[in-house]
């Protein structure tokens, strides 16, 4: 096909749903580029990701090890909002135990940043 300039006509589907542009205090970015974890349960980073069903869209929200590069809590919801990160992570901490000195990252989006979100990450001990 690429010799012959042919390629597959798709439709994809796609929703825009990141809020960076938001008026919340956002966390110091601590964990810079530096991906690297040598002990499991220090460095977390957590997504969101959309699927497209034929009833409409889910919102997947994961928490990712990177040391064990293995997904430690997730939670599925039909609404985008703070209570699906919240929800994740709680699964992360009741499948891994609460950690001292975790650094839980995040990408600066809407979902993150409320004071719901910053004060359950504040409350774990």
């Known amino acids: 096909m690429r010799e012959n300039g042919i390629r597959a006509k798709t ?4 929703k825009v749903t990141k ?8 966390a110091e970015n601590i964990l ?3 991906s690297k974890a040598t002990e499991i ?4 980073v957590s997504d969101i990701t959309y ?4 009833k409409g869209w889910l919102y997947l929200a994961y928490v990712l090890d990177l040391c064990s590069r293995m997904i430690v809590g997730r939670s599925i919801d039909k609404h985008l909002s703070s209570l699906l990160m919240i929800s994740s992570l709680s699964a992360s901490i ?7 000195g975790l650094i839980f990252h995040s990408n600066r989006g809407g979902e993150y940043v409320p004071s719901v ?3 359950f990450c504040k409350d774990i001990k």
């Open 41 to 44: 349960n220090k460095k977390w």
């Open 19 to 26: 809020e960076s542009s938001h008026n919340y205090p956002v």
């Open 94 to 100: 009741i499948n891994r135990g609460e950690n001292l």
């Open 51 to 54: 699927l497209w069903k034929k």
């Open 32 to 34: 810079g580029q530096n």
């Open 11 to 14: 439709k994809q589907k796609f």
């Open 117 to 119: 979100v910053r004060t």
